[in-house]
């Protein structure tokens, strides 16, 4: 999903959305209006626990309806490769749609709630949804193209000031505080996703909170500045 060598042209841009504005990737809230009132069957998972893992029999998606999942996959040398992080509202599973076994992993970051919506009932009785699912898939696709750029362009700080902005306005698109965040994810999968090291990740932090436009306590973090985080992303 983040490949280094793609895109290597460093005058492009990565485009972050403003708080408030719809971030690309983010699913439309119109599907879990229209799951509101239809006899889905919902799971709970705890911290760790696995939603599927790739390989197994691909029989339904899930949409998130509370908590964070990350999914991931296992490069060639046998180690973890977050491929992204995912907020109430967004399906797990849409990646292998038409494929007899999950792509990937995805494992709960905290309690999760889910929604299952079996492929056979997709097919049949939910067909209507399809379009919005058809959209979400192509949203997907906008958001991977978004973070390969952002890996094969930006230096390991502008990295994590783009996922910090990004995951700011993907949380007050659900409600929550654009400038006040708990990072469920440890600095290790942060660093995964983002193709870092453990310790590049936190000195880009630490240096961060050190110039002081955001402040890090532990998991915690809060935005003083967004402006300045942003202006980050504008130089060259």
Known sequence: MLVDQLLPDSSMQVV???????????????????????????????PRGFLFRAGQPCHALFMVHAG?????????????????????GELLGIDSFDMPTYACDAIALDTCDVWELPLSWLKGEGRDLMPCITGMLAAEIRRDWRWMLAVGTLSAE????TFLLDLAARLQLLGYSAHHMQLRMTRADLGSFLALQLETVTRALSHLDATGV??????EIRIRDEARL???LACS
Request: proline share 9%.
């Open 230 to 232: 942003r202006s980050m």
């Open 16 to 46: 972050v959305p403003a708080p408030g504005q719809d971030p690309p990737g983010t699913a439309p809230q119109s599907i879990m209006a229209l799951l509101q009132n239809l006899p889905v069957q919902r799971r709970r998972l705890q």
């Open 68 to 88: 964070l999942f990350k999914t991931c996959v296992l490069s060639e040398d046998g180690r973890e490769r977050v491929t992204g992080f995912h907020l109430r």
């Open 158 to 161: 502008r990295r994590v000031v």
């Open 214 to 219: 955001i402040v890090v306590n532990r998991r």
